[in-house]
Structures are given as C-alpha cells and as structure tokens.
C-alpha cells in the first residue's frame, strides 16, 4: 500500500501555482552540501534546494563568547520537557552511533559534528509512539504529536547589540516545527523558526549548520534564555504533524559578522523570475518548471535560466551576485547583477533577493553539472561566497524529464495491485509543439512480470475543481504488459498514434496501473518536488485506506517526490505500434489444460517464450511456421505470460492453464 506520510490531497492544500511571493525570515538554515550519485552521465551533484551554506572569510569570523558541546551531557541548569530532549553520547547507552531512537532517521545516522564524539542531543517524536521503552505517549495509525521543549540556563549579551546563533543541526519532519524561542527575564518575547524551507517529509544533511539572528528584542540584556522546540502541533488535514527528529550540536553565540552571504532555492528553469516571460493559452498558466533532461526542441524556445535566492544574514548591507559555472559536455559560465542585499535590522525586516542570472544557458545536447553560488564585493574584494549548489541538467534529441534518473529500493511506489490503481503524473509544460510517442518509465524490480499498466494524459484546466485534480483526461495508450526484462528498466510505452502537445499548454502525463489480485507494478521515485502540486497521483476507486474520510471516493493527491515518468518524443515509437497491428497472435484454448496453440499472423521467424508469475521462463522456442502447438500439462496451474519476439518487437498474450 501507499505510505499517506508522503501524499496530500489537492484540495486540502493549496497547489502554489499562484505563489511568486517569497517571504522573507529571519532563522538562516545553512548547510554544508551532502554528495550524492547521480545517473545522468555520472555527474556528482547534491541537492540545490539545501545547498546554502555561507563561507565566512577569516577576517569576518568571530569569537564566541558563549558555547555549549554537550561533553558532559545536558547541562543539569536546563529545563527539560515532559516528553525530553535525549543526551546521545559516551555518558549513555545508546551510544552516540546510535542517532535516532525512532524509526524514521536516515538509517539510524548520527548527526556530524566537529564534537559529535563527545555526544550530542536528540528530540525524537517518534520514539513515543514507536516501541519506546521511556512510555507509550501515543499510539494509532495516527499517533499523537509530541512536543519538545530545552531552555537554556540564563545567558549574558549586555554587551553585545547583534549576535548569531550557530550549531550543528540534524532535522526531518512531517512539517516545519522546529524553532528557537527567547526569554529575557522569564518571560517569553519571541520566536525564530529553523529549517523553514525543508519540505514535507524531507530532511536536512547529518552535518548541516544553522545561523539564526537572536532577535533585535532580546540582545543588549544579561538575563536571555534560549529554547529549543520541536513542536508536534496538529493541522486540519488529517489531525497531524511534526514528527520524525531533530539532533543539536556544537552551539555557539557570537557577534554577528558584517557580511555573511547565503544561496537558496536555486532554479533553472525560471520560477522565480523568467516564467513572467511566456504565456500560457487555454485554461492553464506556465509556472516555470525545473528539467532535467530537455529535448532541443523545447531548449530552442526556453532556454535554461538560473535562478535563487540571496540572502544576507551578516551585519551590514552587501553588493552581492549570483554566479553559475557549467562542465560536462561543454563549458559555459553566468552571473547576474550586482544587487545591494539589505541587512536584517530593527528598520528592515527583508534581508534576501531573488536574482537571474544572464546569460540564458542553451548547451548543446549532452550531460551537464551546473554549479551555483553567490558572492559580496566591496570594492572588487570578495567578502563573502556562499556554498556552491549543484544542479544536473540533460539536453537530449526527444526526451523531457524531471527525475534524477536513479532510484533505490527507498524510492519506489506501487502504481497497481491487490488494493491500489493508480495514475501517477507530473506537470509538463509545452514550449514548442510536439507529437508525443511513448512514455518511458523506470519498472522497479518489486513488479510481477505479467502484470498490466498504461500510459496516461491529462490536460490541465482551471475550469476544474481542485478536488478532480484540474485536470481533463486526453488519451491513453494500449495496456503494456510487464516482462521479465522490463524489471530494474527504463520501459518505454508507445501510443497507438502521435498525440500532438502545444506550445503554451501544461499537461499531467505519467503511468496509470490496475487493481488485481495478484499483479502489481512499482516505479521509482527521485525527491526533487519544486513545489506541491508539480507532482500527483490519482486514486481511481478511493482504495486508499489511510485517508478514510475519501475511501471509495476518487481522489487526487499530490506527491512531493518525483515519479520516474518522461515524455518521449521519438517518431519511431510510433512506426513500432503500427507494426504491432500486423503481428497480433492468437492463442487457443484459453484457458486450457496446459496444452495450447499458438496461431502467428506469417511465416516469418519468431522466437516465443513463456514465463511464469514469477519472471521465470518456462518454455523456449523459435518458430517458422502458422500454427505452434506447446504442451505446459506438467507445471502448475495459474497465469503464464506469451511473449513473440519479432524483430525488435515484443507482442505478450497470457494463457491460464486450469
């Protein structure tokens, strides 16, 4: 079944398409970027959408004047919460290898620290709920929320009028609950949330670093105390949020230094700024979207444009820039403006710009890796660079795709099987016109051989409702029958006939799957959601169970991972469906007793072969003539599948032997 945990519905939620407004905050997340495999090409990149760490100059850093390394555990002056904060380290069991108590951390990761060998501090929701040993504060498929709360002791900053808060921090959750408050003298005077651009379900890296500016309100006084919250409050979706963790490290105060530059949320596909540029016909609109992989026909009419946001956490204004440099297949560079970035102060509650970068990228086709970043400039002296976000992009001759090109056992969904009929799409927005060919989607190896799916496409409308997904039902191709050798593949799945897509249109295009007993199909996911509502997945028959208020109500959700789906361009797609009319099989008696005929349309040459449920070939032959007689009396009744070689083609019939 699907895990809810990663799926919302459209109409409990807003889409954001209408969401060009970035609000600006005062808690600074910044991380030092993680590495990560990717398949396109080889490329090594990370995840931009957390990739800002700041890289302070040596001139810029500052002592602290207070730290914390939780060497001797947590300090016996703080206040805890009834449901606490756990020390992980040397003084306890488990030991600090053992990173959550839950069961949702990162394979059980620690946190990274430059101390995390002298211990680290934990608030894990889901131990509560989860087995733990400490008390069963909820249970239920929808356990209560906990809230953690750590005070710090009383903290002296009289003498400093703009300080920064910096530590290691580890975090994923259902939704952004993790904040730091201030008290000046007992009494609460404000609130700064961290992490607030992680998104559902995701998490940050094991060794990320935050900065947050104590607030203008409480520096100048001697008697602060900071805590630190992960806070489990509920919502009106489905009376839940604010699970997984939160680990913390190596806390330090310290003045806050001129110039601190930070990168985030960098695009490539002009969300920010560039979309205003095209227009979108029919009942539709052009958001903007991020590809990874862009046919030349639609590069010729939107090129690549790089995008983010700078953000100024340091003391004074500063004349900033976004710069990208690409390698790969070719070498291209950019960079935006100088733009003055303002300084958070009592006067000024904006400290970020959004910035584009020129010139517009129109590589030739080949992989690429695009590295991002943004630096000050006083003078023609660099000040401050922020850390480099990495970015994968593809041009090829027919392909448009959004994934990431690899996934894991982590990464898959079930599109059709004993409990679930699925369709599961993403947003494709037209630049040129095209005439669609095939689906090509990644079969996990989780999928039974011989179990059916079919392309799907939709046109978005916004004369729909929001509850019917927005969207109008164009076409859909034949049933696809999964083989064995479509297993941990790329598959492609032709359409009949061309399907022809506009310029200036959005479509919803993906694989749909179908209820049965026995068969079921996976796809691979890739998590690189830009924004809710880029991806969905269509319930047909309301089967899910863990949304029981539309159980037996079809439903559309959106999905913040990216299904492994891409548009395929390639005329000769089309030519092999053609062919595939010419070359239909019949086969007879059927169901039979296990001996069966194999009626062929020609003389021509064919290999067959026929496995069983479990992807194993059975039978093997190759055969010349109108009629093949196959004897399978002596396996076990159940499904077979037929497959008829041809060529390069492949044509599929079952047979039931009773």
């Known amino acids: 079944m699907i895990n ?33 495999q990717s398949s396109l090409d080889a490329f090594t990149v990370s995840k931009a959408k957390k990739s800002n760490k700041s890289i302070l100059m040596n001139a810029e850093k500052s002592a602290p004047f207070w730290s914390e390394d939780f060497a001797n555990g947590i300090p016996a002056t703080w206040t805890n919460s009834t449901v606490p904060w756990e020390y992980r380290g040397i003084l306890t069991s488990p ?43 909820g249970s239920g498929m929808y356990p209560t929320p906990h809230t953690g709360d750590l005070k710090t002791d009383m903290i002296d900053m009289s003498a400093y009028n703009d300080v920064i808060l910096t530590f290691n921090s580890y975090y994923r959750t259902f939704a952004g609950q993790a904040f730091v408050d201030f008290y000046v003298a007992g009494v609460f005077v404000e609130r700064v949330q961290v992490h607030a651009n992680i998104a559902v379900n995701d998490a940050t890296f094991t060794d990320e670093i935050a900065l ?48 601190i530059i930070e990168i985030e949320n960098v695009v490539v596909g002009g969300f920010w700024i560039d979309y205003a540029n095209y227009s979108g016909l029919g009942f539709n609109g052009i958001v903007g979207l991020d590809y990874t992989v862009t046919p ?60 584009t970068t020129a010139p517009p990228l129109s590589p030739a086709v080949g992989a690429y890796g695009v590295a991002i970043w943004g630096e000050s400039d006083s003078s023609g002296v660099i000040t401050a660079v922020s850390d480099t976000a990495y970015k994968m992009i593809e041009i090829s001759e027919y392909i448009y795709a959004k994934d990431l090109g690899e996934a894991s056992s982590n990464n898959s969904w079930i599109v059709g099987g004993p409990g679930d009929q699925w369709h599961f799409t993403t947003r494709f927005e037209m630049y040129a016109d095209e005439a669609l060919s095939a689906l090509r989607v990644y079969i996990t190896d989780e999928s039974v051989v011989g179990s059916e799916v079919k392309a799907i496409l939709y046109e978005l409308d916004t004369n729909v409702a929001a509850s019917s997904g927005g969207v109008v039902l164009l076409d859909e191709s034949d049933n696809y029958t999964i083989t064995a050798s479509d297993l941990g593949s790329w598959v492609d799945i032709p359409f009949v006939s061309p399907i022809n897509l506009f310029n200036g249109y959005a479509y919803e295009f993906g694989i749909a799957g179908f209820q049965h007993p ?24 309301g089967l899910n169970p863990n949304d029981p208020a539309n159980v037996g109500t079809p439903t559309w959700y959106y999905l913040t991972r990216a299904p492994m789906v891409r548009m395929n361009f390639d005329p000769s797609l089309i030519a092999s469906v053609e062919d595939a009319k010419d070359v239909s099989f019949n086969v007879y008696p059927n169901p039979s007793s296990g001996v069966f005929n194999i009626e062929l349309p020609t003389n021509n040459k064919y290999d067959i072969l026929v496995t069983n ?30 497959d008829l070689v041809f060529e390069d083609i492949i044509f599929h019939e079952k047979v039931i032997i009773e």
């Open 95 to 137: 030991s600090n290898s053992t990173g959550s108590q839950g069961a949702y951390a990162s394979a059980g990761a620690p946190i990274v620290s430059a101390t995390a060998a002298n211990g680290f501090i934990i608030f894990d929701s889901d131990y509560y709920d989860n087995n733990g040993t400490a008390g069963a504060f």
């Open 296 to 355: 030349t026909s639609q590069l010729a009419n939107h090129p690549y444009v790089i995008e983010g946001v700078l953000r100024n956490s340091g003391a004074s204004d500063q004349l900033s820039n976004l710069r990208y440099e690409v390698f790969g297949a070719g070498t291209y560079s950019g960079a935006s403006a100088l733009t003055t970035v303002p300084a958070f102060s009592p006067t000024n509650t904006v400290d970020s710009v959004i910035v």
């Open 4 to 36: 809810f945990s990663y799926i919302y519905t459209l109409n409990n939620f807003n889409k954001q398409i209408m969401r060009k407004i970035y609000i600006s905050i005062c808690a600074i997340a910044i991380s030092i970027s993680s590495i990560a």
């Open 212 to 259: 947050v500016r104590v607030p203008f309100s409480v520096v100048g006084n001697s008697d602060v105390q900071m805590s630190f919250v992960f806070e489990g409050s509920t919502n009106s979706n489905n009376g839940f949020t604010g699970y997984y963790f939160w680990q913390i490290d190596d806390l330090t105060l310290a003045e806050t230094p001129a110039n």
């Open 518 to 541: 026995s068969d079921s199909v996976f796809i691979g996911t890739t998590d690189n959601s830009l924004y809710n509502g880029e991806h969905s997945v269509f319930d047909e028959f």
């Open 613 to 642: 449920t479990l992807g194993q070939v059975v039978y093997s032959n190759t055969s010349t003539g109108l009629i093949t007689s196959i004897d399978l009396s002596s396996f076990s009744k159940g499904i077979y599948t037929i």
